[in-house]
Structures are given as C-alpha cells and as structure tokens.
C-alpha cells in the first residue's frame, strides 16, 4: 500500500517565524488534505487539495499539491502560540482498493513566546 | 449542534467489560468511519460505513464490533478488550466514501 513521509517529525520555532512541513508519497495522490489536531481534540480539516499545483490558502496557512502529485506542502506564516499542534497530511488516490485516505506520522509544532 | 460529536469523551474499562462509544454527525453526510490513534503512529481505518452498509473492515479484532443504524449515528462495541488496545478512538464522516472527513473529538480510551 501507499505510505506517507511526512517531515519533519517536530519542529520548536519562536513566535513570529514562518514554518514549513512537508509530506511524500511513494503513489501518486489525487487529493491531500492537511489537519490541526490539539491536544485531546480530534483533526480538524485546515486545507484540502484536488488539483496538481494547486496553491490554496487558509488565513497564515498556505498549502501546495506539488507537481509531482507526490508531495505537498503546508507553510504557517508569522507562527503564534495557538498553531501548537500536531499537523497532519492525508492523502487519497482513486486506485481499486487503495482508495482510502492514507494519513502521515505528523509533524509536532511548538511555538516558544 | 453542528459536527461530529463522540460520547464519551474519556472511558477506563476492565478487560472483561463490556462498552460502547457513540457517534452521531450533525453534517448530512453519507460516509462514516472509526479510526484509531495510537502514540507515535499514523491514523488507522477501523471500519467504513457508507450509507449504513459496511464497506470496510481493516482486518480488526472481532473484540471491536461496529454498528450503523442510520447514516447519522455509528456506534463501537468493545468486549473483553486488551491493554494495548488503550487509543484514542475517532469517529469521522464525510459527504460521499473516501472524500474529506471531518472528526469527532474522540474518545479516550484505557483498557486496565
């Protein structure tokens, strides 16, 4: 089956810093999706993406369907303290039974004040 | 109330209980799912519902048994479980099969 790499595993940047995460495939994916999820809460859906190069912007988060179709992006720009939080990509293609979304390890944010 | 909506939200059972978790969407949505998350480890597809027939079962224990009697409400019965199986427990639904899901906040689950 597919599987994701999503990087990197955690990140610690100071309040104000842009950050980027990535994730990649080893198929190709018709969709990605990129999820937030608190402490204790479940995912919630931040961005989705249906169309190679597709550039999609959410507020500060900014998420890229790389050209490939096996990777994508997601940027936070001018980071605060409440983007803490596990960040999650997913992915889909439409392949027979590998139709299931296939969702990375997540990348673990933290902001410093 | 909008969303997906998990009870409980925190739940310790002995491993010859017998329990259950709820899930009910507020979305009009016709695809349910169960996931479980575990530390360190990537989201796992219990089980998918899609207009209350099953369509998935990721070779699960026959501990965990799953029930959708309608396409809002999805239900997760828990019998003589193990330790291991200690998660957090996420309901997710979705318009149509496989499309974008949206969570329910989970539930927390400890097997003592």
């Known amino acids: 089956g597919q599987q994701l790499n999503q990087s990197p595993q955690s990140m610690f940047i100071q309040e104000g810093e842009d950050v980027s995460m990535n994730c990649t495939s080893s198929?190709?994916?018709?969709?990605w999706l990129w999820y937030k999820q608190d402490p204790g809460e479940g995912p919630v859906l931040l961005i989705a993406?249906?169309?190679?190069?597709e550039l999609t912007s959410n507020g500060r988060l900014t998420a890229q369907f790389g050209i490939t179709r096996k990777d994508s992006f997601l940027n936070i720009s001018a980071s605060i303290p409440s983007d803490v939080g596990i960040y999650f990509c997913?992915?889909?293609?439409?392949?027979?039974?590998?139709?299931?979304?296939?969702f990375g390890s997540g990348t673990q944010l933290t902001v410093l004040p | 109330e909008t969303g997906v909506t998990q009870t409980p939200r925190h739940l310790v059972m002995g491993m010859t209980n017998k329990k259950s978790l709820k899930c009910e969407q507020h979305l009009g949505h016709n695809a349910m799912y169960w996931y479980k998350q575990s530390a360190k480890k990537p989201l796992e597809l219990m089980f998918v519902?899609?207009?209350?027939?099953?369509?998935e079962n990721n070779s699960v224990p026959s501990r965990f048994s799953p029930e959708c009697p309608n396409s809002s409400h999805l239900f997760l019965h828990l019998h003589t479980l193990q330790p291991e199986d200690s998660a957090l427990y996420l309901c997710a639904s979705s318009p149509e099969v496989y499309t974008e899901a949206f969570f329910g906040q989970g539930t927390r689950l400890t097997v003592v």
């Open positions: 997913a992915g889909q293609d439409e392949a027979g039974s590998a139709r299931q979304l296939t």
């Open positions: 993406l249906y169309k190679a190069g």
């Open positions: 198929s190709i994916f018709n969709t």
């Open positions: 519902y899609s207009l209350e027939e099953r369509v």
